[in-house]
């Protein structure tokens, strides 16, 4: 899992300690278990908000833990072109490459800790695909994508793209230097990631070493969630056992903590956790396939001008590629 290292976490800015006093531990509400299941053009993901309350969530909708996986050769896959209306994702490849193009102009290839930020907004299409090389080669993909709903006043806003190479996030460490934090948006302790977002909110890749304690500032006003994606260890003031595919959620207060094990498996020699924060936008969500609106209506109308051709075109090379809702 090498996203982004580096060779000396105690040169690095460390992030404030909550005063005992007078700060608040954000208990934990619920640690849930992602469902495994497959995606596009069958690659392996774990549903990572399956079974929790959207209202929990907000404003996230949406999360896929895509892989751990070694492939083989020829096995590599991705998504055929489809649509998006009212809301953001957001790739975060660990392992392996992955290509993105849209039909707005964006696009590249991420990997090892770079991060991709496609903005719907009124409407685009795009394809996700392995790059050929690692199709005919197989190999390591990790990864996850994010869904970020948009307000109301935001969901048909011009669609955007943002390529955010790895070496681009803040990085820092705890007081004791224990974790490696990648502040990929938002901000944490005053530290700002270079994301810039509609909905306000704090996105973090924490390494925390075997046997290590994390406690992070957290707003008040935003929501708290922490996924794992390799290792385990316990989690909030109680110590509530978490490993890998599990997400908890955290209730009211100012800092959250996570602990990892001291022994850990040998393939993951650490705790490597995503902690997710959002202002709560409060508004109702309809969502269907690859739509997020307000109401159902909405939704109709996004099939309807998808169908028309509304949404953008396929680009010329790919004219031979059908789109296809996903």
Do not use: C
């Given at each position: 899992m090498p996203a982004i290292t580096v060779d000396n976490v105690l040169a690095l800015p460390r992030v404030g300690t909550p005063d005992?006093?007078?700060?608040?531990?954000r208990p934990v509400v619920s640690v849930t278990t992602a469902p495994k299941g497959?995606?596009?053009?069958?690659?392996?993901?774990?549903?990572?908000?399956?079974?929790?309350?959207?209202?929990?969530?907000?404003?996230?909708?949406h999360m896929d833990q895509m892989g751990e996986v070694d492939y083989a050769p020829g096995e590599p896959k991705g998504t055929p072109w489809h649509p998006h209306r009212g809301f953001e994702t957001v790739t975060y490849i660990i392992d392996g490459e992955f290509v993105h193009q849209d039909s707005n102009g964006g696009g590249g290839t991420i990997t090892n800790g770079d991060t991709q930020w496609m903005t719907a907004g009124a409407g685009i299409l795009h394809i996700e695909?392995?790059?050929?090389?690692?199709?005919?080669?197989?190999?390591?993909?990790?990864?996850?994508?994010?869904?970020?709903?948009?307000?109301?006043?935001?969901?048909?806003?011009?669609?955007?793209?943002?390529?955010?190479?790895?070496?681009q996030?803040?990085?820092l460490t705890s007081p004791d230097g224990g974790s490696?934090?990648?502040?990929?948006?938002?901000?944490?302790?005053?530290?700002a990631g270079p994301g810039s977002t509609y909905t306000p909110i704090t996105m973090v890749h924490a390494t925390i070493s075997p046997g290590a304690s994390l406690t992070l500032p957290w707003r008040k006003d935003f929501n708290a969630l922490a996924y794992v994606m390799a290792g385990k260890g316990t989690v909030g003031p109680k110590g509530r056992p978490i490993?890998?595919?599990?997400?908890?959620?955290?209730?009211?207060?100012?800092?959250?903590?996570?602990?990892?094990?001291?022994?850990?498996?040998?393939?993951?020699?650490?705790?490597d956790v995503l902690f997710l924060?959002?202002?709560?936008?409060?508004?109702?969500?309809?969502?269907?396939?690859?739509?997020?609106?307000?109401?159902?209506a909405e939704v109709v109308q996004a099939f309807e001008d998808y169908q028309a051709g509304r949404l953008g075109s396929i680009p010329a090379a790919h004219a031979d590629v059908r789109g296809e809702a996903s």
């Open positions: 005992p006093i007078a700060s608040q531990a497959y995606e596009g053009e069958g690659f392996p993901v774990r549903r990572a908000f399956a079974g929790v309350d959207l209202r929990a969530l907000d404003p996230f909708i695909t392995p790059p050929e090389h690692l199709v005919v080669s197989g190999g390591l993909f990790h990864g996850f994508q994010l869904w970020v709903n948009l307000p109301k006043a935001s969901k048909l806003v011009a669609p955007r793209y943002q390529d955010i190479r790895g070496r996030v803040s990085l490696l934090l990648r502040v990929i948006a938002g901000e944490l302790d005053g530290h490993e890998l595919g599990q997400l908890a959620v955290f209730g009211e207060g100012d800092h959250v903590t996570l602990t990892a094990d001291a022994k850990q498996d040998p393939n993951h020699p650490a705790l924060g959002g202002q709560p936008i409060r508004e109702p969500v309809a969502m269907y396939g690859p739509f997020v609106m307000n109401t159902k």
